[in-house]
């Protein structure tokens, strides 16, 4: 059996989420693969992988007591890209939140167990595994978008809200560009966490940064052009004085570039999730091509109706289902026909 598993993008908010902001994001369609495997492969499991066949779940138990835990098989070549020697590094579009929804909701596709209707519980799940194994860091949005595969908005800080994203019909071009340097979110989210436990004038500059990623995350996929590009100026504008008085080197010298290029081509330019690196946002009508970098196209019609891990358990379930009605309806036929036959039999 086999499930896969959306990358994911933040649009927006971030920073802001881990102080109780709203966050906006989109599943990506590059897919993170795993397919049950009988014995487990070569070499240790990645540690969310390892943790997460080691995860509690009821729905799972009674299976897993009789059949065991599945062993995992990874293909994750879409969550990567070479750099000028030929090295792969990681994109940043959130390979440990799509191993940690991929491998429960693996478990679960073996049990033939369903998550439609219940997606807040398996969410749930997957923000608890992936929260142990980070030590508690982190917001848990890349969760959501990895276990719902929908675009969303989620809120952190301290309770969970996730709210589904609308659809409008003004629909500015969005993609994503490589930058080339691979992130590191963890440092600079323990920036960021210190700054704002302990700088006096942080929590006015978070009510900033939070007003400004509450107005740009509702204007994805509604606002035109000009009002999207304002909003995108202005979020801009606060995580560069967030950024620089926390230390963080969110703004890099390829954003710069980048940004000086998409504003003489009448777009814009934005970082995404942690910054430093990973992919770039680029909105607008931008003549792409030009640039030499590997680009994902954020299309409407396609983050908006990616295949879910609810959708692929139902597939299957229904499958089983309709397996299980067949063999009984045969089993009834033939034993009808064995019951006419003594019948006939016991008259002859």
């Not at 891990?309 to 009834?332: F, G, N, P, W």
Request: hydrophobic content about 40%.
């Amino acid at each position: 059996m086999r499930l896969s598993v959306p990358g994911k993008v933040m649009l927006s908010g971030e920073y802001g989420v881990l102080s109780g902001g709203l966050a906006a994001l989109v599943p990506l369609p590059r897919y993170m693969l795993l397919e049950q495997l009988a014995t487990q492969p070569d070499g240790d499991y990645p540690p969310v992988i390892d943790r997460g066949r080691q995860y509690f779940m009821n729905a799972t138990e009674n299976h897993e007591r009789e059949h065991g835990v599945p062993h995992i098989a990874i293909e994750r070549s879409a969550f990567d890209a070479p750099d000028p020697q030929g090295r792969m590094l990681k994109l940043g579009i959130g390979s440990s939140s799509a191993e940690a929804a991929g491998v429960l909701g693996l478990r679960l596709l073996c049990a033939g167990q369903r998550i439609s209707g219940n997606e807040a519980a398996f969410l749930e799940d997957v923000l608890t595994l992936h929260s142990r194994v980070q030590d508690g860091r982190g917001s848990g949005a890349d969760c959501a978008v990895a276990a719902l595969g929908k675009p969303l908005l989620f809120s952190g800080g301290g309770g969970v809200s996730v709210e589904l994203m609308k659809r409008g019909s003004d629909t500015v071009p969005l993609n994503l560009l490589w930058s080339g340097i691979p992130a590191d979110s963890r440092e600079f989210v323990a920036k960021y966490e210190f700054w704002a436990r302990n700088d006096p004038e942080a929590p006015a500059q978070i009510r900033e940064l939070r007003e400004a990623a509450q107005y740009l995350g509702r204007a994805w996929f509604q606002a035109d052009p000009a009002e999207l590009f304002g909003l995108i100026d202005a979020h801009n504008a606060v995580m560069k004085e967030v950024s620089k008085n926390a230390g963080i080197s969110y703004f890099m010298p390829v954003h710069t570039q980048l940004d000086a290029w998409a504003r003489r081509h009448g777009g814009r330019c934005k970082p995404t999730g942690a910054g430093g690196g990973d992919m770039v946002l680029m909105a607008g009508e931008l003549p792409l091509e030009q640039l030499p970098r590997l680009c994902i196209p954020l299309r409407v019609d396609e983050v908006f109706g990616l295949t879910t891990i609810a959708s692929q358990l139902d597939a299957h379930a229904d499958r089983l289902e309709a397996e299980a009605e067949s063999e009984s309806v045969s089993e009834s036929e033939t034993g009808s026909e064995a019951g006419s036959g003594s019948g006939d039999r016991g008259e002859g």
